[in-house]
């Protein structure tokens, strides 16, 4: 069974900074062989894109509105993909889910067969 545990959300003021992590555990789950994406969902909207990297992290992805402000990075030997956010506007508040597929990026939910339980992200302005 694959479990992906994100943390690291908390409340920051606009302009602030947090570090997201999703550790991947799993008997038979080789993590450095899946693209990890994020994803967000704000109350009343629906789950959207934020950014993805591809096994060896030589590649990444982001949607436009957090492009220069968040970097999605990973460490294969730690089983860990971060999203370091920085420059938080209000808009970025949102509950953050971390997903897992094989192949490669996707910016869409479905190709994604894994998903975390999610880490809320307010920003206060």
């Known amino acids: 069974q694959v479990q992906l545990i994100e943390s690291g959300g908390g409340l920051v003021q606009a302009g602030g900074s947090l570090r997201l992590s999703c550790v991947a555990s799993g008997r038979t789950f080789t993590f450095s062989t899946y693209t990890v994406g994020w994803f967000r969902q704000a109350p009343g909207k629906e789950r959207e894109f934020v950014a993805a990297i591809n096994w060896s992290g030589s590649s990444t992805y982001y949607t436009d509105s957090v492009k220069g402000r968040f970097i999605i990075s990973r460490d294969n030997a730690k089983n860990t993909v971060y999203l370091q956010m920085n420059s938080l506007k209000p808009e970025d508040a949102a509950v953050y889910y971390c997903?897992?597929?094989?192949?490669?990026?996707?910016?869409?939910?479905?190709?994604?067969?894994?998903w975390g339980q999610g880490t809320q992200v307010t920003a206060s302005s």
């Open positions: 997903a897992a597929k094989t192949g490669v990026i996707a910016a869409t939910q479905p190709p994604y067969d894994y």
